[in-house]
């Protein structure tokens, strides 16, 4: 059996129930008369009539049928997403999320012929995604009277910004609301040779990784294709990234998609953001299609880096039908840390996570994978720790590098940072092993941009959040 995420749209429950059943760590299902668990330790199957869910209560859940289905094989947690199109109060339709051929499919729904369809979809992907206009009205080369028809049936949608914030060391942050009402941040970090784009892939996190701030907040939802994408599309707005000029102007090769992203301030994106980019697989792999299309926004697929804790049944998928670069949050090299820092080491153990990063499509010594480490003071930043994580990226023959990242502390985390000390023998370590193994440095401390520090105000805890304080606050109370 397999079960991959439910649309909310789907199911006839509350918008409560719903995000009582994103907060579960280990919600119930009935199946066949049988309660079986699903989430992080159990069985995940495909939803049909009639069956109930149990999450701190019993819910009746009447799914549709033929419903949209991630298919990420093996057991995945369920999450809520939206649907991928949901039209506006107005009735009118988002385009931006939306690949060329769904484009021409409504088009023709709307009532152009299918040859016109093709055309324009052409015509207005390339000014969505190449050009970034926001108005029908600016795309100079698609008739007059055609676009108020476009005006009144579509609408090309950006998240709306709630709060934009400067750090003195030049890092951007954006407070971001979906089209619904939930925030979520993206965050700018400007280099010397590059501009990193830290997008976010679900509003929330289920995995509560115990030195992130993220972790904390309860999954609200997935982001949609268009809501990923979104943030890309905001980031140049806001850079003033955007070509010029109309498409009639352009030589072939810029209409072949040759604008590449060199000289330009976002060279890059990491999915490091809020959430768990592989617990919402179909979502980000539509909107990161859309960041590498050559006639879209063109980046390459080299300058993506997307991030997992190690969603293991999820990473041959990424590698195969994403092609992006991976990085991976190992933080611990022993499974009693690992288990407490990456809650999601107790389903899918650092031996198992190992070997699905040597098997990673595309990974070679040109393109390495990633392992983060955050470096927690008296934690898992000893001088055995290091040797440790030297053995096993040799022992699983991985062609690694390792971030060392200072612990960025947050109100009421349970760690603090390693000394600068620590983490230069640590370092040093790694690189005797002959493993690449730079520290990074903190950015955009001073407005909670750095990593691990996304949280929005708006959010409510999670389940395990909400049991650790309690268990932490009878301890003390005891004591
Ligand atoms: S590190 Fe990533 S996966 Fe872990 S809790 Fe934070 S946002 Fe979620």
Known sequence: MFFSHISVDE???????????????????????????????????????GFQFLAGRTICAAPMADTNLMSIPGQVDPVPVARDITPRADGRLDLIGLPKERIREL??????????????????????YHRGVTDFDAMTDIAKTMRPWLTERFVIGRPEVVEAQHSTDGTRKWLLKTADGHEFEMVFIPDADRGTLCVSSQVGCTLNCRFCHTGTMKLVRNLTPGEIVGQVMLARDALGEWPKGSMAGLDEAEDEGHYSSDGRLLTNIVMMGMGEPLYNFDNVKSALKLVMDGAGLALSKRRITLSTSGVVPAMQRCGEEIGVNLAVS????????????????????????????????GASNARRITFEYVMLKDKNDSDEHAHELVRLLKQYNLPAKVNLIPFNPWPGAAYETSTPERVRSFSNIVFEGGISAPVRTPRGRDIDAACGQLKTAAEKKS????????????EAAGA
């Open 11 to 49: 199911w006839t429950i509350s918008s409560d129930e719903q995000r009582e059943l994103a907060s579960c760590d280990e919600p119930t299902m009935l199946f066949d008369g049988r309660w079986e668990r699903v989430g992080f330790s159990g069985i995940v199957s495909r939803p049909r009539a």
């Open 463 to 474: 389940r395990a959040q909400r049991d650790r304080e309690a268990a932490e606050a009878a």
């Open 107 to 128: 088009f023709e729904d709307a009532g152009l012929e299918p040859k016109q369809a093709k055309l324009r979809s052409k015509q207005v992907f390339h000014w969505l």
């Open 330 to 361: 190992l933080h611990a090299v022993t499974k009693e840390i690992r288990d407490e820092i990456v809650p999601l080491n107790k389903k899918y153990g650092i031996e198992e996570l190992l070997e699905a990063c040597a098997a990673y499509p």
